[in-house]
């Protein structure tokens, strides 16, 4: 009775210490709860959504809940389209390989501008470098497939105009995959590198700089104090970023592997990604438990790349793990 009388009168005060802590931080949660109710409505409730994945999906008069009763489980069959095409080896490769390199070049790339930036003395000139830099981050990919085709165009685009003025011959660019994986990449990291660089920026600037006068006063050069200040500060952040970009490497950007080749069938074999097999897969069968199995292994496969990810940085450096 008295360990039962202790664990009662235990409880009741993390009750009464919840309550305060409630009470004292209730403006703050009042602020988060929009965001609390979109993500529940948004992302929580749909997960449910995913059994879709695993049943032979048709429309039915009721809606969508009555199209879920009436469908049939058909098992691990809807997963069977991503494995059984000749196709698949080539998709897996290109989806992981591009976003390898995304990964890596940019960030390299978005570090490098940081740094870049925070030597910079004069504050219209990092702004001025910060807005350009940012402004394609803003630009949807159908804009950008304009741009790109203006440059590429087989009969006046840029490009060929400038090799035909020097005497060579006009390249028919959207019939000639060798390019495009440079293309690719080049358009990808270019999209991003100014946003990403920002958050680096952002960081740098937040280092003490009481770090950079000792190092001055020990007589560090720039490239020593970049090497041995700046960089190590930056470890932490870059490795939470590279974690979250790892669990999304089986995942595409749709608008850039789609809208930028014009989804060329001559380009097939270096930008068809899992998203644009998914896409044309549907809309050429309109199979919606495909797609929804596409969505689940994505995720599913992202989800274990973050966890392992996360576990091998853990190992060599707590403090830049993600959890």
């Given at each position: 009775?008295?360990?039962?009388?202790?664990q009662q009168g235990s409880e009741g005060q993390k009750m009464k210490k919840w309550a305060r802590e409630f009470m004292r931080n209730k403006a703050f949660l009042a602020m988060c709860l929009p965001g609390v109710v979109w993500l529940i409505i948004f992302f929580y409730i749909p997960v449910f959504g995913n059994v879709v994945a695993f049943k032979n999906f048709h429309y039915a008069a009721g809606g969508f809940l009555q199209s879920l009763k009436e469908s049939?489980?058909?098992?691990?069959?809807?997963?069977?389209?991503?494995?059984?095409?000749?196709?698949?080896?080539?998709?897996?490769?290109?989806?992981?390989?591009?976003?390898?390199?995304?990964?890596?070049?940019?960030?390299?790339?978005?570090?490098?501008?940081?740094?870049?930036?925070?030597?910079?003395?004069?504050?219209?000139?990092?702004k001025v470098f910060q807005t350009s830099m940012l402004l394609p981050y803003f630009l949807s990919w159908v804009v950008i497939s304009y741009f790109v085709y203006a440059f590429l165009s087989p009969d006046k685009g840029l490009l060929n105009s400038i090799i035909t003025s020097h005497g060579g011959e006009s390249i028919s660019w959207y019939n000639e995959p060798k390019?495009?994986?440079?293309?690719?990449?080049?358009?990808?990291?270019?999209?991003?590198?100014?946003?990403?660089?920002?958050?680096?920026?952002a960081t740098v600037m937040g280092i003490d700089p009481t770090y950079y006068e000792a190092a001055q006063i020990d007589g560090a050069s720039k490239w020593q104090q970049i090497k041995n200040v700046t960089i190590p500060q930056l470890i932490p952040l870059m490795s939470v970023l590279t974690i979250l970009a790892v669990g999304n490497i089986f995942r595409a950007d749709f608008g850039l592997f789609y809208q930028i080749p014009h989804n060329s069938g001559a380009l097939t074999e270096v930008t068809s990604v899992l998203d644009t097999y998914i896409y044309n897969g549907l809309t050429s069968t309109g199979d919606i438990g495909m797609a929804a199995a596409a969505g689940l292994y994505q995720s599913l496969v992202g989800f274990a790349l973050v966890v392992i990810t996360n576990l091998i940085v853990r190992r060599f450096d707590k403090e830049s793990a993600l959890f």
């Amino acid at each position: 009775m008295e360990i039962m009388k202790g664990q009662q009168g235990s409880e009741g005060q993390k009750m009464k210490k919840w309550a305060r802590e409630f009470m004292r931080n209730k403006a703050f949660l009042a602020m988060c709860l929009p965001g609390v109710v979109w993500l529940i409505i948004f992302f929580y409730i749909p997960v449910f959504g995913n059994v879709v994945a695993f049943k032979n999906f048709h429309y039915a008069a009721g809606g969508f809940l009555q199209s879920l009763k009436e469908s049939p489980w058909v098992g691990l069959d809807n997963f069977k389209f991503l494995f059984s095409s000749d196709n698949a080896y080539l998709i897996t490769r290109n989806t992981i390989l591009y976003n390898l390199g995304f990964i890596v070049i940019g960030l390299i790339g978005a570090v490098f501008l940081a740094i870049v930036m925070s030597e910079l003395r004069s504050k219209l000139t990092v702004k001025v470098f910060q807005t350009s830099m940012l402004l394609p981050y803003f630009l949807s990919w159908v804009v950008i497939s304009y741009f790109v085709y203006a440059f590429l165009s087989p009969d006046k685009g840029l490009l060929n105009s400038i090799i035909t003025s020097h005497g060579g011959e006009s390249i028919s660019w959207y019939n000639e995959p060798k390019y495009w994986p440079l293309i690719i990449l080049f358009m990808g990291i270019w999209k991003g590198i100014g946003y990403n660089s920002i958050i680096y920026f952002a960081t740098v600037m937040g280092i003490d700089p009481t770090y950079y006068e000792a190092a001055q006063i020990d007589g560090a050069s720039k490239w020593q104090q970049i090497k041995n200040v700046t960089i190590p500060q930056l470890i932490p952040l870059m490795s939470v970023l590279t974690i979250l970009a790892v669990g999304n490497i089986f995942r595409a950007d749709f608008g850039l592997f789609y809208q930028i080749p014009h989804n060329s069938g001559a380009l097939t074999e270096v930008t068809s990604v899992l998203d644009t097999y998914i896409y044309n897969g549907l809309t050429s069968t309109g199979d919606i438990g495909m797609a929804a199995a596409a969505g689940l292994y994505q995720s599913l496969v992202g989800f274990a790349l973050v966890v392992i990810t996360n576990l091998i940085v853990r190992r060599f450096d707590k403090e830049s793990a993600l959890f």
